[in-house]
């Protein structure tokens, strides 16, 4: 098995999305270059942002069947939401070499051909119906006949006879629709399932949920992942960490800050057992010294993470070069907005909203003054 694949995992949907967003922006070797990995985002469609919609598996997969269609030729793509990077994915799957393209080239075919013979079955249908009508309409008119005219009711019974054998026939044709697209349809899900597996062994780095680590999809894949990095860890308890390391990984990072919410468990009885503890917390207390701190932090103004770095992190946390200019704002000249003030709002009162929701109006009306007065 493959063992240079690296497998990132975040507890949310939204925390992947944004990973798989800076990852299309690049990244930096080393050297300070800049490269664009393969990456696919593996989960359900509807859950993923459109942002990264041309690094899920479906797009692809749709990518492989319907722009190339089994040829070598990278023109074909035709897509300007997709990557260059996800584009070189692509191009060795359709027709790099003739194993891999075999698969996608035959799944377009059966899609092809299940097309065609829906498409048949409908225009037999409209014929049986045809047919079926021109039946009725020849009993209807052999039950007015004159039973002592043999000739025009030897006629009439000939000719809704022949009206039978046709629609029998047409029935013959349909039935033999209904296999050639069943036959296509299972042709076609084999085929994609093979072109996933292609599309996936051929990526560089996989990102989907932790929950989703457990995919068929990824347990089918005959791939171990050499790095598991799980963001957010200090937010996801510790049972969901343990998914993605079935993968017999050689490595893990976790990446998160026990020092914000920890996991949400609504059992009070699973809390008191430590339920909620996540695994980057325990190890952090079992081995402190596994532990290391991002100390210099590029989005906050001074002003406002002298704060959180004396409370929480004992004053050791940096901030980057020239932080106080990149992230100033004309209205910090003004004594009501400094990068960093608390307003005491003394007359508001708590009130209970929809859905056990709380608002505060006199606070409402506080914001919307200060907002004004900007």
């Given at each position: ?236 308890i510790e049972l969901s960490c343990l998914i993605p390391l079935k993968y017999d990984c050689e490595r893990c990072i976790l990446v998160g800050d026990p020092n914000q919410l920890p996991p949400t468990v609504l059992s009070l009885s699973a809390a ?103």
């Open positions: 098995p493959r063992r240079n694949k690296l497998l990132i995992c975040a507890p949310s949907n939204a925390a992947v999305d944004e990973i798989v967003k800076r990852l299309k922006c690049g990244i930096r070797d080393r050297q300070g270059n800049t490269f664009f990995p393969r990456v696919v985002r593996v989960g359900q469609s509807d859950s993923i942002s459109s942002t990264v919609r041309d690094t899920t598996l479906d797009f692809l997969l749709d990518a492989a069947l319907n722009a190339y269609n089994g040829t070598s030729d990278k023109s074909n793509i035709g897509d300007r939401d997709i990557s260059d990077s996800q584009s070189s994915l692509l191009f060795e799957i359709a027709g790099r070499s003739r194993r891999e393209g075999k698969a996608a080239t035959q799944a377009a075919v059966a899609k092809e051909d299940r097309r065609t013979a829906v498409e048949s079955q409908q225009a037999l249908r409209r014929q049986v119906g045809e047919i079926d009508q021109e039946i009725r309409s020849l009993e209807d008119a052999g039950g007015h006949l004159d039973p002592s005219d043999l000739a025009q009711v030897r006629a009439n019974q000939q000719s809704v006879r022949a009206a039978y054998d046709r629609r029998r026939k047409l029935y013959q044709k349909l039935d033999d629709e209904r296999n050639r697209a069943r036959t296509a349809a299972q042709t076609m899900d084999l085929m994609k399932h093979k072109v996933r597996m292609q599309i996936l062994q051929g990526t560089d780095i996989l990102c989907c949920t932790l929950s989703g680590s457990g995919h068929e999809l990824m347990t089918s894949l005959n791939c171990t992942f050499e790095t598991v990095i799980i963001d957010e860890a200090a937010q996801s008191k057992l430590m339920y909620n503890q996540s695994m980057f917390v325990r190890i952090q207390k079992n081995a402190p010294e596994a532990v290391s701190l991002l100390s210099i932090q590029y989005r906050m103004h001074p002003e406002i993470s002298v704060f959180p770095s004396r409370l929480f992190y004992a004053s050791r946390l940096r901030d980057g070069p020239e932080m106080d200019k990149k992230q100033s704002a004309p209205w910090h000249a003004s004594a009501n907005f400094p990068p960093f003030a608390f307003f005491n709002i003394m007359a508001g009162r708590e009130e209970a909203g929809r859905s056990h929701s709380v608002f505060n109006m006199a606070e409402v009306d506080a914001a919307t003054q200060l907002v004004l007065s900007l």
